[in-house]
Nanobody, 121 residues
Framework: QVQLVESGGGLVQAGASLRLSCIAS?????MGWFRQVPGKERVIVAAIAWPDGSTYYLDSVKGRFTISRDNAKNALYLQMNSLRPEDTAVYYC?????????????????WGQGTQVTVSS
């Protein structure tokens, strides 16, 4: 079992930045950030493979968000710049057993509790 704990969410104005963090209880392989708004499915925002660090980004966040990991700290990060009101959601950290970039919710085995990000206009 892997426990994932997210932090870093909050309420910001449009154009601001936030950095989400996710700390895992032990080493993980493929990891990703998803987000969900009420009444809609959870959507992949960014994903990162291990060990090559290849990444995937949702089209609407490309150039604004950056996913990274610190394997020594069992940590995953999501740097979010130029935030928009449509980025408002609960953001979830996820970890999977594979090594590749994974963009499908079903391919992840462990999930954090989520952190709320609210962007006001």
């Amino acid at each position: 079992q892997v426990q994932l704990v997210e932090s870093g969410g909050g309420l910001v104005q449009a154009g601001a930045s936030l950095r989400l963090s996710c700390i895992a209880s032990r080493h993980t392989f493929s990891m990703g950030w998803f987000r969900q708004v009420p009444g809609k499915e959870r959507v992949i925002v960014a994903a990162i493979a291990w060990p090559d660090g290849s990444t995937y980004y949702l089209d609407s966040v490309k150039g604004r968000f950056t996913i990274s990991r610190d394997n020594a700290k069992n940590a995953l990060y999501l740097q979010m710049n130029s935030l928009r009101p449509e980025d408002t959601a609960v953001y979830y950290c996820a970890a999977g057993r594979g090594l590749d970039v994974r963009t499908t919710e079903a391919l992840y085995d462990y999930w954090g509790q989520g952190t709320q990000v609210t962007v006001s206009s």
